[in-house]
Protein backbone atom coordinates (compact mmCIF):
# COMPACT_ATOMS: atom_id res chain seq x y z
CA UNK A 1 0.00 0.00 0.00
CA UNK A 2 1.41 3.08 -1.19
CA UNK A 3 -0.02 6.77 0.25
CA UNK A 4 0.53 10.42 -1.24
CA UNK A 5 0.17 13.21 0.57
CA UNK A 6 0.15 16.56 -1.66
CA UNK A 7 -0.24 19.87 -0.44
CA UNK A 8 -0.05 22.56 -3.05
CA UNK A 9 1.38 26.38 -2.50
CA UNK A 10 -1.27 28.88 -1.18
CA UNK A 11 -4.12 26.30 -0.66
CA UNK A 12 -5.35 24.96 2.92
CA UNK A 13 -6.12 21.39 1.23
CA UNK A 14 -4.32 17.97 2.23
CA UNK A 15 -4.54 15.92 -0.99
CA UNK A 16 -3.89 12.34 -0.09
CA UNK A 17 -4.22 9.34 -2.80
CA UNK A 18 -3.78 5.65 -1.50
CA UNK A 19 -3.16 2.64 -3.96
CA UNK A 20 -2.76 -0.45 -2.86
CA UNK A 21 -3.34 -4.10 -4.59
CA UNK A 22 -6.40 -5.66 -2.42
CA UNK A 23 -6.09 -9.49 -2.13
CA UNK A 24 -8.02 -9.79 1.24
CA UNK A 25 -11.57 -10.84 0.93
CA UNK A 26 -15.21 -9.69 3.43
CA UNK A 27 -13.29 -7.00 5.31
CA UNK A 28 -13.57 -3.01 5.90
CA UNK A 29 -10.32 -0.81 5.38
CA UNK A 30 -10.72 2.56 6.94
CA UNK A 31 -8.39 5.68 7.88
CA UNK A 32 -9.13 7.41 10.90
CA UNK A 33 -8.95 11.39 11.17
CA UNK A 34 -8.41 12.99 15.29
CA UNK A 35 -10.28 15.53 15.84
CA UNK A 36 -9.02 18.71 17.08
CA UNK A 37 -12.04 19.75 18.74
CA UNK A 38 -14.22 16.83 19.68
CA UNK A 39 -17.62 16.66 17.95
CA UNK A 40 -21.20 16.06 19.44
CA UNK A 41 -22.74 15.33 15.46
CA UNK A 42 -21.53 15.08 11.77
CA UNK A 43 -22.76 17.29 8.82
CA UNK A 44 -22.84 15.51 5.26
CA UNK A 45 -23.76 16.28 2.14
CA UNK A 46 -26.68 14.42 0.84
CA UNK A 47 -28.88 14.99 -2.53
CA UNK A 48 -29.84 18.71 -2.58
CA UNK A 49 -28.78 19.34 0.59
CA UNK A 50 -27.17 18.76 4.03
CA UNK A 51 -27.93 16.24 6.94
CA UNK A 52 -26.45 16.30 11.03
CA UNK A 53 -26.40 13.58 12.65
CA UNK A 54 -26.25 12.36 15.93
CA UNK A 55 -23.67 9.81 17.41
CA UNK A 56 -26.52 7.12 17.64
CA UNK A 57 -28.50 5.73 15.12
CA UNK A 58 -31.86 4.44 15.34
CA UNK A 59 -32.16 0.64 15.75
CA UNK A 60 -35.07 -1.64 16.85
CA UNK A 61 -36.18 -4.66 17.56
CA UNK A 62 -34.74 -5.99 14.14
CA UNK A 63 -31.43 -4.79 13.91
CA UNK A 64 -29.11 -2.57 16.10
CA UNK A 65 -28.65 0.90 15.45
CA UNK A 66 -25.33 1.02 13.62
CA UNK A 67 -23.98 4.89 13.58
CA UNK A 68 -22.18 4.20 10.18
CA UNK A 69 -23.00 7.03 7.48
CA UNK A 70 -23.56 7.41 3.98
CA UNK A 71 -21.92 10.93 2.38
CA UNK A 72 -21.87 12.31 -0.62
CA UNK A 73 -18.88 14.23 -1.37
CA UNK A 74 -17.62 15.59 2.01
CA UNK A 75 -18.30 15.26 5.45
CA UNK A 76 -17.62 17.73 8.25
CA UNK A 77 -17.21 16.99 12.28
CA UNK A 78 -15.55 19.45 14.86
CA UNK A 79 -13.49 21.41 12.35
CA UNK A 80 -12.22 19.08 10.04
CA UNK A 81 -14.08 18.91 6.93
CA UNK A 82 -12.69 15.44 4.52
CA UNK A 83 -14.04 15.76 1.02
CA UNK A 84 -13.98 12.32 -0.54
CA UNK A 85 -14.39 11.06 -4.21
CA UNK A 86 -16.77 7.73 -4.16
CA UNK A 87 -15.95 6.86 -0.90
CA UNK A 88 -19.20 7.30 0.69
CA UNK A 89 -19.22 5.64 4.28
CA UNK A 90 -18.13 7.30 7.34
CA UNK A 91 -18.42 7.41 11.49
CA UNK A 92 -17.34 9.27 14.57
CA UNK A 93 -15.62 7.44 16.93
CA UNK A 94 -13.39 7.36 19.94
CA UNK A 95 -16.33 8.33 22.39
CA UNK A 96 -16.00 9.18 26.00
CA UNK A 97 -19.43 7.80 26.63
CA UNK A 98 -23.17 6.80 25.72
CA UNK A 99 -23.99 7.61 22.24
CA UNK A 100 -27.44 8.30 23.69
CA UNK A 101 -25.98 10.71 26.30
CA UNK A 102 -26.27 14.23 24.30
CA UNK A 103 -23.20 15.01 26.37
CA UNK A 104 -21.14 12.71 24.90
CA UNK A 105 -18.31 13.63 21.90
CA UNK A 106 -16.37 12.20 19.55
CA UNK A 107 -12.74 11.98 19.36
CA UNK A 108 -12.10 10.51 16.15
CA UNK A 109 -13.82 10.54 12.47
CA UNK A 110 -13.43 6.86 10.57
CA UNK A 111 -14.00 7.51 6.64
CA UNK A 112 -14.16 4.18 5.11
CA UNK A 113 -11.84 3.61 2.08
CA UNK A 114 -12.20 -0.22 1.37
CA UNK A 115 -15.35 -2.39 1.82
CA UNK A 116 -15.65 -6.40 0.59
CA UNK A 117 -18.63 -8.43 0.29
CA UNK A 118 -19.44 -11.63 -0.98
CA UNK A 119 -22.79 -11.32 -0.59
CA UNK A 120 -26.19 -8.93 -0.62
CA UNK A 121 -27.33 -10.07 2.51
CA UNK A 122 -26.69 -12.79 5.07
CA UNK A 123 -28.01 -14.00 8.38
CA UNK A 124 -28.95 -14.41 10.59
CA UNK A 125 -26.26 -12.63 12.77
CA UNK A 126 -25.37 -10.90 16.04
CA UNK A 127 -26.74 -7.73 14.82
CA UNK A 128 -30.41 -8.73 13.41
CA UNK A 129 -32.18 -11.91 13.44
CA UNK A 130 -33.47 -11.86 9.75
CA UNK A 131 -31.12 -10.70 6.35
CA UNK A 132 -31.49 -7.05 5.15
CA UNK A 133 -32.07 -8.14 1.87
CA UNK A 134 -31.96 -10.92 -0.69
CA UNK A 135 -29.34 -13.49 -0.09
CA UNK A 136 -27.64 -12.59 -3.07
CA UNK A 137 -24.09 -13.74 -4.14
CA UNK A 138 -22.31 -11.07 -5.53
CA UNK A 139 -19.62 -10.85 -8.74
CA UNK A 140 -16.90 -8.85 -7.98
CA UNK A 141 -18.06 -7.00 -4.64
CA UNK A 142 -14.65 -8.52 -2.76
CA UNK A 143 -12.66 -5.64 -5.27
CA UNK A 144 -9.71 -7.86 -5.73
CA UNK A 145 -7.73 -5.64 -7.98
CA UNK A 146 -5.48 -2.76 -7.95
CA UNK A 147 -7.28 0.13 -6.53
CA UNK A 148 -6.60 3.85 -6.29
CA UNK A 149 -8.49 6.19 -3.61
CA UNK A 150 -8.87 9.55 -3.08
CA UNK A 151 -9.96 11.83 -0.77
CA UNK A 152 -8.62 15.69 1.22
CA UNK A 153 -8.75 16.81 4.25
CA UNK A 154 -9.19 20.45 5.16
CA UNK A 155 -9.36 22.47 8.95
CA UNK A 156 -11.46 25.47 9.58
CA UNK A 157 -13.02 25.43 5.86
CA UNK A 158 -16.15 27.79 5.77
CA UNK A 159 -17.62 26.31 2.83
CA UNK A 160 -17.39 22.32 2.51
CA UNK A 161 -18.96 23.10 -1.10
CA UNK A 162 -16.55 25.80 -2.56
CA UNK A 163 -14.02 22.52 -1.33
CA UNK A 164 -15.26 19.83 -2.94
CA UNK A 165 -15.67 21.69 -6.15
CA UNK A 166 -12.26 23.12 -5.96
CA UNK A 167 -10.94 19.38 -5.38
CA UNK A 168 -13.04 17.40 -7.76
CA UNK A 169 -13.60 19.55 -10.67
CA UNK A 170 -10.82 21.58 -11.01
CA UNK A 171 -10.59 24.27 -13.71
CA UNK A 172 -10.01 22.99 -17.88
CA UNK A 173 -7.98 24.80 -19.46
CA UNK A 174 -8.67 24.92 -23.35
CA UNK A 175 -8.12 27.24 -26.64
CA UNK A 176 -9.89 28.14 -30.02
CA UNK A 177 -10.21 30.39 -32.60
CA UNK A 178 -12.22 33.25 -32.09
CA UNK A 179 -12.05 37.21 -32.91
CA UNK A 180 -12.48 39.81 -29.73
CA UNK A 181 -10.48 40.29 -26.33
CA UNK A 182 -12.08 39.44 -22.81
CA UNK A 183 -11.04 41.18 -19.68
CA UNK A 184 -8.16 39.01 -18.29
CA UNK A 185 -10.34 38.11 -15.29
CA UNK A 186 -14.47 37.58 -14.90
CA UNK A 187 -17.18 35.57 -15.26
CA UNK A 188 -20.12 34.88 -17.94
CA UNK A 189 -22.62 33.60 -15.07
CA UNK A 190 -22.24 35.38 -11.67
CA UNK A 191 -24.64 32.99 -9.32
CA UNK A 192 -24.73 33.95 -6.08
CA UNK A 193 -27.12 32.69 -2.94
CA UNK A 194 -27.66 28.94 -4.15
CA UNK A 195 -25.58 26.03 -4.66
CA UNK A 196 -25.49 25.21 -8.79
CA UNK A 197 -26.02 21.95 -9.71
CA UNK A 198 -26.42 21.76 -13.45
CA UNK A 199 -25.72 24.57 -15.88
CA UNK A 200 -26.79 23.15 -19.86
CA UNK A 201 -28.30 24.28 -22.87
CA UNK A 202 -31.86 23.33 -23.69
CA UNK A 203 -33.17 21.95 -27.25
CA UNK A 204 -33.66 25.80 -28.24
CA UNK A 205 -30.45 26.49 -27.02
CA UNK A 206 -31.47 28.41 -24.10
CA UNK A 207 -29.18 28.12 -20.77
CA UNK A 208 -30.71 26.39 -18.51
CA UNK A 209 -29.53 27.21 -14.36
CA UNK A 210 -30.49 24.38 -11.80
CA UNK A 211 -29.78 24.86 -8.60
CA UNK A 212 -30.65 24.28 -4.18
CA UNK A 213 -30.79 25.85 -1.19
CA UNK A 214 -28.85 23.67 1.06
CA UNK A 215 -28.45 24.88 4.47
CA UNK A 216 -31.85 25.03 5.64
CA UNK A 217 -32.14 29.03 5.46
CA UNK A 218 -34.26 31.29 3.63
CA UNK A 219 -32.06 32.83 0.78
CA UNK A 220 -31.64 35.19 -1.79
CA UNK A 221 -30.88 33.84 -4.95
CA UNK A 222 -28.92 36.42 -7.44
CA UNK A 223 -27.84 35.63 -11.14
CA UNK A 224 -26.32 38.58 -11.92
CA UNK A 225 -27.38 40.90 -15.34
CA UNK A 226 -29.71 37.76 -16.05
CA UNK A 227 -33.29 37.39 -16.65
CA UNK A 228 -35.61 34.60 -17.81
CA UNK A 229 -38.12 32.17 -16.34
CA UNK A 230 -38.55 30.11 -13.57
CA UNK A 231 -39.59 26.38 -15.17
CA UNK A 232 -40.07 22.82 -13.46
CA UNK A 233 -38.18 19.61 -14.49
CA UNK A 234 -39.67 19.44 -17.88
CA UNK A 235 -38.91 23.27 -18.69
CA UNK A 236 -42.54 24.25 -18.23
CA UNK A 237 -42.46 27.75 -17.68
CA UNK A 238 -43.81 28.48 -13.71
CA UNK A 239 -43.24 32.01 -13.75
CA UNK A 240 -40.51 35.38 -14.43
CA UNK A 241 -37.23 35.38 -13.04
CA UNK A 242 -35.54 39.36 -13.27
CA UNK A 243 -31.86 39.20 -11.83
CA UNK A 244 -32.95 37.86 -7.98
CA UNK A 245 -35.45 35.72 -6.38
CA UNK A 246 -36.48 34.75 -2.54
CA UNK A 247 -35.89 31.44 -1.75
CA UNK A 248 -37.10 28.97 0.69
CA UNK A 249 -35.31 26.82 2.51
CA UNK A 250 -34.61 23.70 0.99
CA UNK A 251 -35.80 24.69 -2.01
CA UNK A 252 -34.54 23.46 -5.68
CA UNK A 253 -34.75 25.58 -8.62
CA UNK A 254 -34.50 25.61 -11.96
CA UNK A 255 -33.93 28.58 -14.45
CA UNK A 256 -34.55 29.20 -18.03
CA UNK A 257 -32.47 32.51 -19.16
CA UNK A 258 -32.66 34.72 -21.87
CA UNK A 259 -30.01 35.05 -24.31
CA UNK A 260 -27.63 38.09 -23.66
Known amino acids: MTTVIELRAD ?3 LR ?3 SLNNQVRDHRMRVHFPLQERASNSRAECAFGLVQRPLAAEGGPNEWGVP ?4 RRFVQAGDLTVTHEGLCEYELVDLDGDPQNPLTTAGALALTLLRCTGWLSRGPMASRPLPAGPENQLLGA ?6 TLNYAIALN ?3 P ?4 DRVWSPLQIGTSAGEGSLANEGSKLDISGMEVDAVLTDSTGRLVVRCHEPWGQAARMRVLGRSGQIVDLLGNTLGPF ?7 PHQILTLSLDPT
Open 142 to 147: QMQKPL
Open 161 to 164: YELA
Open 11 to 13: EGI
Open 16 to 18: VTT
Open 242 to 248: AEELEVR
Open 157 to 159: HPD
Open 68 to 71: TFPS
